[in-house]
């Protein structure tokens, strides 16, 4: 059985090299194969430096430029992960039934969802180069989160300044929300997970609630926070359950 260091080193640099555009199948099989070695080694007492002969991060790069980049792959996700941003969106305006569009949103969209995208990718291979703790990680995941968030806050506070060229009614409102779901849906059916539907779901609550009751703004804004605190939670639980289940098939 490895040692937690060595766990937490195998993790991060299947981290970085997915991150990096790497087959995710090409990356399983070497981390398994170096899971292997690593074991045997400890057993002679020999540090992860020892056995790859160099830093971590030296061994991080170096598989980088040796492995083959996975640009099928890559060109197949992005377009999805576009789509998913736009659904979510245009998914709570559309809710509240005010969904309109500026000449700005349309053409900064685009441009603020591959921004977004790099900073993920951004940070999680700086997480995974650099061996980031849990708590250095889930610190460093909130930040990126904020300046995603505050980057498309921006974006749709420009219908503060500007005057839509498409407003719709309730029909076209429905249809949105309609279309955004179904988005939804097909990003669990691909991915396999219930994540890209359970987490609109907790973080449209509020906009439900604004559209078909007469509670208060303040009343809402609470809600939104707890709906948001506990897409969070739920994360951090999926990420704990799915170590412990990792530990355990180890030990088996």
């Given amino acids: ?68 980049t996975d640009y099928k792959g890559i060109f197949k996700k992005l377009p999805f992960y576009f789509i998913w941003i736009i659904a979510y969106l245009m998914m709570g305006p559309a809710i509240r039934n005010h969904f309109e569009l500026n000449i700005v949103q349309v053409a900064g969209l685009p441009i603020s969802a591959i921004i977004g995208f790099f900073i993920y990718v951004f ?23 904020f300046c995603v968030i505050l980057l498309f806050m921006i974006l749709l506070g420009s219908a503060i300044f500007l005057e839509p060229f498409y407003k719709a009614n309730t029909t076209g409102n429905w249809t949105v929300v309609a279309i955004c779901t179904s988005i939804f849906i ?20 509020s906009d439900f609630l604004s559209r078909f009751t007469n509670l208060n703004e ?6 939104s926070f707890v709906s948001f605190i506990l897409v969070f939670v739920f994360l951090i639980i999926s990420v704990l359950v799915a170590e412990k289940n ?7």
């Fill in 186 to 205: 097909g990003g669990a059916l691909w991915t396999k997970t219930w994540f890209p539907i359970w987490m609109p779901s907790l973080l449209f609550v």
């Fill in 1 to 68: 059985m490895l040692s937690a260091k060595s766990e937490s080193f195998i993790e991060n640099l299947r981290l970085y090299l997915v991150t990096s555009g790497k087959k995710e199948k090409e990356v399983n099989d070497l981390t398994e194969e170096l899971k292997d070695h690593l074991i045997e080694s400890e057993k002679h007492g020999k540090s992860i430096e020892g056995i790859i002969d160099c830093t971590p991060e030296q061994y991080m790069d170096s598989l980088k430029v040796e492995m083959k």
């Fill in 246 to 252: 990792k530990r355990i098939k180890g030990i088996s």
């Fill in 123 to 145: 940070f999680l291979q700086r997480a995974g180069k650099k061996q980031y703790s849990k708590k250095k990680f889930f610190l460093g995941s909130m930040f990126a989160s």
């Fill in 218 to 223: 303040e009343t809402l804004l609470i809600i």
